[in-house]
């Protein structure tokens, strides 16, 4: 009984992805996401010759990252969005625009990564309910959770 369960379960999965989804709602859409390579160089070096290039979320103060590392944008279903990257110190620096168009400004979280910063969403309609991971110095995959605030990193 239970396989037959499991298979009615995929079937309905399967027949939905291909309808289109369409009985989802907004509130249930996963945000939207884009990844994309820094390469708009500035001046400026992140140590043993690493270029620097500008990141920004919209018309929002710049940041520095390291050129050829993945930006992250995500914006969800309340008007929140966010964008993450590599910075020049390898720690990974977010920022946030509220839904009324005020950012927080570029901030650290730390760390010590070498590529890009790629979330996974627990609950898709909240913009402080998810994880982030990326590759450290040691070539370990790391994770850091925001749950209303930012837990400590820690190996995935």
């Avoid at 990252?65 to 590599?86: H, K, L, N, P, V």
């Avoid at 370990?140 to 749950?147: D, E, F, I, P, V």
């Amino acid at each position: 009984m239970r396989k037959l369960t499991w298979i009615a379960a995929l079937v309905g999965l399967l027949l939905a992805v291909l309808s289109g989804g369409a009985s989802a709602t907004a509130a249930d859409a996963a945000p939207d996401r884009q990844v994309h390579t820094l390469d708009v160089p500035v001046a400026g070096t992140a140590g043993a010759g690493e270029a620097a290039c500008e990141a920004r979320l919209n018309n929002g103060p710049i940041g520095h990252g390291i050129c050829g590392t993945d930006a992250t944008e995500m914006r969800f279903s309340d008007g929140t969005q966010r964008m993450f990257i590599i910075g020049l110190d390898h720690a990974v620096w977010n920022i946030v625009q509220y839904p009324n168009g005020t950012q927080s400004g570029w901030r650290s979280l730390g760390g010590w990564l070498k590529v890009g910063v790629y979330p996974y969403i627990y609950d898709q309609r909240y913009s402080y309910d998810l994880e982030i991971w990326s590759y450290g110095r040691d070539s370990l995959k790391w994770c850091r959770a925001l749950h209303g605030s930012w837990g400590a990193w820690h190996r995935c």
